[in-house]
């Protein structure tokens, strides 16, 4: 157990952390140092050399604050953790030989990073189809549209949703995308000590990455084109669940009462007991805040990289792609919950689909009416603005006489067909309907 358990960041409180903590770090490392033992010198020394750590560390072995306090002395926990690998194995281990601490802390990090986008993925799956599914079920039902904080046109909320959808969907394709290729270079990535052995590197890079699961690659010591993809791709998740989070913040308000999370008992109050607050919202939008800033540091990092291995931009990555790894796990661990239990109150949508229903498709009436107005647009324009100006009560009223004065001929059928918010909603309701799950030969949903 670390020190470092979530307390000031809650979203990632419990599996994140756990995933990304110090221990898992350590782990990571020393996989990655005993996997290349078996890339030299075979699977049964591989074997052999886990076994001993496994020991040893149950034993108590590779404490992260001893080897924290040792990395002063070198940069990096790396120099260490190999010190007493070695101590524990014996000169007869080719351990770490050939390697530099950077190819085993970029390894073992991109280890981490895979293992952890692995699990994001998998929850976004799960949010794409809970997504769909909401955007199915609620297709038809009509709410009002807002742009720039006021009501615009109709909509519905499955368009709605159809659109929170595309942004994840688009999020996961980025985090498919980015690679986590294994380091292998050597002192200043040339591998002249691999080679020195009479080993080919290119073929014990591609083995060491297998062993991991990782992607061979070429030395990148102070190419860090792969950690910044990789910040980018995880902050992109936590900003596509913010935009989320936001809209269920906004239409959960009391004065809204459209949207609500899970009736789980959580979202208290420490004084108020009548509190529910979308607590789940409000921690993903504070990982959506967040997650940028580390994402900039990693791209600040990769522009002050120099020569064949860096000075403090390398170690200035470390932090903040943990963050970023366990930001995006976190989140995307709340989002599906969030997802998969939003309660919709489509009855409070339609309340203020009424309320607002003459303005909603004023858009419309300047189309269709303009030309056939007694002083074009600004007729039209002026009945609108009458109806805007008057008591909310009254709009309605005001707003048909302004209309039928200004249009010549106009019916009072043609005018309710003209008012009419479902007649209105464009491609909304289809835009729902495309994000339905498809169905599988056996008639599952994908």
């Known amino acids: 157990m670390t020190g470092d358990v979530g307390l000031l960041e809650p979203v990632a409180a419990g599996r994140a952390c756990e995933a990304t903590d110090d221990t898992a770090v350590i782990g990571a490392l020393l996989e990655a140092e005993v996997a290349w033992i078996g890339v030299l010198d075979g699977v049964e020394s591989e074997r052999a050399a886990a076994l001993v750590v496994e020991s040893r560390r149950s034993a108590g072995a590779f404490d992260p604050t001893r080897l924290a306090s040792a990395a002063r002395s070198g940069g990096n926990p790396v120099i260490p953790l190999?010190?007493?690998?070695?101590?524990?194995?014996?000169?007869?281990?080719?351990?770490?030989?050939?390697?530099?601490?950077?190819?085993?802390?970029?390894?073992?990090?991109?280890?981490?990073?895979?293992?952890?986008?692995?699990?994001?993925?998998?929850?976004?799956a799960a949010v794409s189809a809970a997504l769909a599914r909401?955007?199915?079920?609620?297709?038809?039902?009509?709410?009002?549209?807002?742009?720039?904080?006021?009501?615009?046109?109709?909509?519905?909320?499955?368009?709605?949703?159809?659109?929170?959808?595309q942004g994840i969907d688009g999020a996961a394709r980025r985090l498919a995308a980015a690679g986590t290729p294994v380091q292998c270079g050597g002192a200043a990535g040339t591998n002249a000590a691999v080679v020195a052995m009479g080993v080919d590197p290119v073929q014990a890079g591609a083995q060491w990455a297998r062993k991991l699961a990782l992607t061979p690659s070429e030395p990148w010591h102070t190419s860090r084109g792969p950690v910044a993809e990789l910040g980018d791709a995880l902050a992109a998740v936590c900003a596509a669940a913010g935009r989320i989070a936001n809209d269920v913040i906004q239409a959960s308000r009391p004065e809204v009462g459209e949207l609500a999370e899970s009736a789980v008992d959580r979202g208290g109050s420490s004084t108020m007991p009548h509190k529910r607050n979308p607590v789940l919202s409000v921690l993903i939008r504070a990982a959506a805040l967040s997650a940028p800033g580390h994402a900039g540091v990693l791209q600040l990092a990769a522009g002050q990289a120099e020569d064949e291995r860096?000075?403090?931009?390398?170690?200035?990555?470390?932090?903040?792609?943990?963050?970023?790894?366990?930001?995006?796990?976190?989140?995307?661990?709340?989002?599906?919950?969030?997802?998969?239990?939003?309660?919709?109150?489509?009855?409070?949508?339609?309340?203020?689909?009424?309320?607002?229903?003459?303005?909603?498709?004023?858009?419309?009436?300047?189309?269709?009416?303009?030309?056939?107005?007694?002083?074009?647009?600004?007729?039209v324009q002026a009945a609108i603005d009458?109806?805007?100006?008057?008591?909310?009560?009254?709009?309605?009223?005001?707003?048909?006489?302004?209309?039928?004065?200004?249009?010549?001929?106009?019916?009072?059928?043609?005018?309710?067909?003209?008012?009419?918010?479902?007649?209105?909603?464009?491609?909304?309701?289809?835009?729902?309907?495309?994000?339905?799950?498809?169905?599988?030969?056996?008639?599952?949903?994908q």
């Open 134 to 165: 909401l955007a199915d079920e609620y297709a038809d039902t009509s709410q009002v549209g807002r742009t720039l904080g006021q009501f615009a046109v109709p909509i519905t909320f499955g368009a709605k949703v159809a659109g929170w959808r």
């Open 310 to 379: 860096s000075t403090g931009a390398w170690h200035a990555e470390w932090p903040a792609l943990r963050s970023l790894l366990r930001l995006a796990l976190g989140t995307a661990e709340s989002l599906r919950e969030l997802c998969e239990h939003l309660r919709v109150f489509p009855d409070r949508m339609a309340q203020r689909v009424t309320a607002a229903a003459p303005l909603l498709v004023s858009e419309r009436l300047m189309i269709v009416l303009a030309e056939r107005a007694r002083g074009g647009r600004a007729a």
């Open 82 to 124: 190999v010190a007493e690998l070695r101590e524990y194995l014996g000169s007869a281990m080719p351990v770490h030989r050939g390697l530099t601490s950077q190819d085993v802390m970029d390894t073992a990090l991109m280890m981490l990073a895979r293992r952890v986008a692995d699990e994001v993925a998998e929850d976004l």
């Open 386 to 445: 009458a109806a805007v100006a008057a008591p909310v009560d009254d709009r309605a009223a005001v707003l048909r006489e302004g209309i039928s004065g200004a249009v010549p001929g106009l019916t009072a059928a043609e005018l309710d067909e003209l008012l009419a918010v479902d007649g209105y909603l464009g491609t909304a309701p289809q835009r729902a309907r495309s994000a339905r799950p498809r169905s599988s030969t056996n008639g599952e949903a």
